[in-house]
């Protein structure tokens, strides 16, 4: 579905991401984890459009998408969540959750879509009038998810799902991600909740400066070899 | 990190580009050669008119009426023998560039006469440069400010806004009314025209109930009409730039049910420009100055030259005359303002200012022939080509035929 | 009684047009953050095709149907100029090079209206007639722009509300990132929202015409006045320009017989002033979020 | 690094070289002069009337354009309202001179007067607004202005103007210069230089500071709104200058010659020539003004037309303006990354640190934080923080993504508010100072993303503010000295993320902090950089007795060289200790836990 080699990326001279291979099958959840500033979100940024990668290929459907703006990509649906729970702020619940017809194929499956997801999170049908900015950081992730769910993307990047929001929803939004997985959509994840996120995914992957040093299974990572593989051999 | 070698290179090269950019603009510039004059060279007649901006409607009609006379005259074999070629200069209204623009006349154009600014402001600027410059001139400008010993060498076709004024009060008093209201525009003839208006009134010990202003090209001014009909006036006194004002400000005054006479300045009589925004109908009871040529009592005629004029510009600019109509009158000034200046500069037998000056204040009496307003009355006293004789007071409303008004002071 | 009458019916109807002018500054703003100065020149433009095209006596359907091809007219126009405005921002960092270029163009606009047409006021007949109120008659065609003011905020209401097209345009400016994210083709957008302000304008030159005293110089207080509303009301605030409009409008004919008529644009700078120190976020605006 | 041998040797040369000008400067403001000097006099001298005038008149529009560009360029703000200041003073000059007679040299100090007022009434939205908010309230004061003019007729003369005659206009000095024509010229260059003066001083550093990022502005020290008000008097001052010489070039004034198409022109001719640049406003005026005016007269129609079209081709294919544009091909062609630039362990005199060491050898909390709460949105990003930092000493802050390190930098610093607890600086009660204030008394931060500025030298960035007096040194003033030079060459645009953030720590460095709050200083640097820098931090501390706060995700670093950690999430501390106290649990917590609350970073 989605494929990575060699892929160099990064803001002004300095490359941020060096030299990263990836695969994600269809239903499959890849966890990505690393110690900050090592190139998760900028990873995610490029396969989503919104930096060209300075070198490597990324082949999405078949196809080099390496030149296809973020929009596009999104339309063909390859979809990336923002971090930090961003919605329109002052659009209602529901008006945020219509955005998504502009990357939904299947026009006349929306109505159904909304209803699904709103089974999903019952909070959010409860506030469907209200303007985004009136929830709280953790509807507002759940929004940002369900209007993803609603494109129905065959590829959804996620950052940092868990940031800014009350500990407490940070599993519903990973048992979100697992059942969004189940229904074939391949599924990358950058989360720092690692422990938490540990159970829900297929396959993770450490990143460390741009580069990957470990991957594997989840139960290959306990908190030990984690803890060395964030830190660098030798401590 | 740039290296000092570059930075000297760049540094002799742009030096090089700035010297090579100086000598261009110089060479360029470079005044040329003072010539003298002969037959065979043409008369060249500097035009400063506001060909932008919001005054480039009036700039845009004198120009048309000045192109008119130069055909006229050089048809006629010219101003001694030499045919007239015109430079134009755009103004847009603004002094600064009135002055630029009479520099660039004077200096680099060398021109021999100059026609222009028409604005009052315009013209106190570029006065002391044409005057220095011993150049004549001709504006259409009206304040009462500009008396012979501001502008030396400077004429006007306007008639004087404190003249009209005059007149404007003196036939309120004839019809013995005691109770008058002013309404004026932001324009500079409005707002003179108002300080003339209020002396006036005061002189005649009339009673002034209120004085309202508009900004020019207002669209609605019933606000204004409302508050001065609080005082209950007899008559309306109305200083405007723009016919199409008068046209709604009339427009106000029957949706107000507000049935009183008004009496305009020159801006009023634009019979066709008023028209098209209030209608024929509503007219009835306005009455404003103009120039004598284009007033008709009921039982003398419409003079002949009067009517040539109007039928040679019309065979002059057959598209531009429609623009032209409402203004016909102004044309006729403008037209005999550059005629003036043919036979000034034929009598004192040179461009230079003092002397055309000089002559046309001896001799503006004995120059009616050919002009359409034949009351020439410049003098020592007075710069206005055209004085109080030359002025009367029309009916914008009922135009017996095209640019000519049926008097209301016969 | 006359006054309230005046203050009303000509103040909220003159102050239609400012509402209308700040409506559709408002949409290419939630669009793109541009403020468009050229939108006074499309309203001139607007009133100078009905001047052009149409008939002395048209009837109704002449005048309606004349109207729709002239506002579509000057909505494709607008979307030329938007092109033109929205191209150096594609790769400067100059994120204020719009204030050059839309008053650019409102320079351009309004020196080829003069080349073309020639300086003459744009004098269009009043097809309506006029009613009684409050013992003074007033043109119908202030109600009528009043109308048009009130339709105008329905029909972007509806468009930002049931259609998608509207949606996004309006929520581009609130995170331009999300909306790429989102599948949202943000020039495209942009474009199509200086079409729809070009329509609204449009319209309001055509069919305001008649009251607006339009010439080739009138352009910049178009421009002027309808931020002064759209200020007033929230930079962005539909709602808010459509009530700021009118009061702004009840505020110079109030200001007329109080003051005089000479400091009536001085008087409207001075609520702006005023607003824009008390309270930068508008009346009707809601205070941003502070950033640290 | 070289320059640190050296350093210690010539350490006598404590201040700085003085540069009036920077280089880049140095080429325009010459350029600028050659070509103002040489389309000024060359006309004149030659007799040619006209274009004297055309030039002259252009040079003072050139003023007014160029105090225009040190308010837009320097110190961001917008104005549309220069036309009106310019009216103002050239109307209080033909007044005074003209109605009252006065002289016209003191008329002319009236008219300046009269700009500094109406400038000062300008900008004092500019303390409340700012963008396109300050742009309209400008712009709606220059169409007011002309028409209270005319309102106020009877004092004014405003609907027919005044005419001033002004003595000894028209008798050459020299080179067919009168007075006027010599002052024109010589306030048009002074104007040029004044601009590239102020371009290379501490002030218009100060201004493209306060521009560019307020908060950085206020932990330097420096006032954002001084600054705007500093560089709206100047620009009033120039445009002042500007407007009263255009009562003696031209002697006659009204209002009509200030129309809002003015200021419009000078706002154009800055951002088309290209603003910040000395000589963009002079191909700014020459291209919009002295081309479609006075060269192309003979197309009179198409006058406006050319001025619009001008203005409009020059901002689609020359973005930054005509001159910024070329500018920025120039640096392309040139500049070449140089690193590193920036090391910051050379800077560092040991044995000026080491003298140090005795006086501040108590270890005394200069910095206490008790029971600090904030909250964003409902949720709690500081929940009852305490945190202790002494003299000497290094405490690190770790955490998880979110779980408040930033917002208790920034509530340390003086930019949140905090809801309760109390901040404490040198066991003064400090809650409520301002972060100005908390700079100016010692307390020095970086940022997450480096505030240094891009189109500033590296020295420039270094030499912003005024070192504190009072305080002893950190940095050796030999070392600096000899860094000048080479720092000055490089502007900052070529530097690498890692170099920046090093610069931005030099700078603090130099304002000789007791308390230093480092926001992941590490992140971009290269390992032995990161190595480097911890050596670093460790003698300034020991000592200088500076009290550092170090926010780092580099956990390696952190307990490498923090004398005392503190482990936080979600606003409260988790663990706190010494690095042998703290086990991997603690360490865990960090890396793993990744629950946050809702921050604004």
Redesign the interface.
Known sequence: MLSLTDVHSGY???SAVRGVDLDVAPGELVLIVG???TGKTTLLRTI?G?LKPSQGSIIFDGRSIVRA???AL??RGL????AGH??????SVS?NL??????LADRPSYAKRVETVLEMFPILSERLRQPARDL??GQQQYLALA?AFV?NPRVLLCD?P??????GL?RSILEFLRELASRGVAIVVV???????LEFADRVVVLRQGVIVAEGPPAEFD?DR??DL???AG? | MISSRVLRRTTSALTALAAVLVVAATAGASPQKPSNATAAQPFKLGLLLPLTGPLALPGSRIRTAVQYAVSEINRKGGVRGRRITLVTVDDAADPTQDVQGVTKLINQDRVDFIFGPITSDGMLAVVPFETRAKKAAIGVVGSPRLTPSVMRYGFSVLLNAGEQARKMVAYAARRRWTRVAILHDSGEQGKSANVVLRQQLSNRRMTITGDQEYNVGATDMTAQLLSLKGGNPQALLLFPTSGTDVGRVLLGMQQLDMDIPVVGGYGAHFGADVARVAGRPAMTRLVATTYAAFGKCPKGGVPNLTKSFVNGIRRFNPDGFGTLVPALDLAAAVRDGIWVMKYAVEGARSTSGDKVAAWLERNSGKLGRGLVNPKVTANRNSHFLFGPSSMVLVRPGSEVSPGVYARADC | MEELGITLVRGIGEGSVYALVAMSMNVIFNASGILNLAQGEFVVLGGLFALLFLPTAPGTAVWIGLGIAVTLAVGAMMAVEGYVVLLPLRSSVEQHSWLVTTLAAAVIIQSLILIFQGPDPIVVDNPFGTFDFLGVSHPILYPVLTGLAILTFVGLRWFQ?HT?LG??M??LR??L??????????RRLQLSSFAIAGLIVGATGFFGAPLLGLSQSAGISFALNGFVAAVIGGLGNQLGALIAGPAVGMLSVLSIFTVGGEFKQAVAFALLIGVLLLRPEGVFGRPAARRV | MTVAGDAAVTSRHASSRRRWLRRDTRLELLIGTIVVGATTILPLATGSIYWGQVFLLANIYLIAAVSLNILRGEAGQISFGQGAIFGASAYATAMAAGLYGVHIGLAMAIGVLAALVFGALLSLPALRVQGYYLAFVTVAAAVVFPELLRAFDEHTQAITGISVFVPGVGSTLFLGMDWVAVAILGFAIAALAAHALIRSSRLGRQMRVAAASPEAALSLGISPGYMRVAAFGISSLGTGVAGALYVPLFGFVSPGAFPIALSILFYFAVVVGGESTIVGPIAGVYLLHVLPNNVLTEFVEYRLLTYGLIALAIMLFFPTGLIGTVREWLNRLFER?VDPMVSIAPLVDERQLAALSKEESAERPVLRVRDATKSF???HALDGMSLDVRSGEIHGLVG???SGKTTLLNALSGFVRLESGEVAIDGVRATRWSARRRARDGLGRTFQTPRVFEDMSVWENVYVTRVATGRAASLSPAALHNAQARWESVRVATL???QRRLLEIVRVLRSSPRILLLD?PA??LAPEERSRLGNVLRLLSRRAGIGVVLVE????LVWNVADRITVMD?GRVLYSGTPAELG?EA??AV?????????SD
């Open positions: 002004g001279r300095a110690p900050n500033g989503a919104f703006s973020p929009e999104a339309r979809r990336l969540i923002l961003r919605v329109f702020p002052e659009l008006d219509a955005l998504a017809k502009l990357s709280s950081g209007q494109s940092e868990s940031l800014g929001i009350a500990s940070v989360e720092q909740a690692v422990e938490a996120a908190r984690l803890r964030f830190l660098g401590r | 509300t998608l949606l996004t309006n929520a609130q995170d990132e999300a909306a790429r994210a989102a599948g949202a083709s943000v | 990354p949105g409902g949720v998880p993504n979110g690498s993320f890692g992941e992140a971009g995700h580099d956990l390696r979600e991997n360490l865990e890396l793993m836990l990744g629950r946050r609350d809702a921050e």
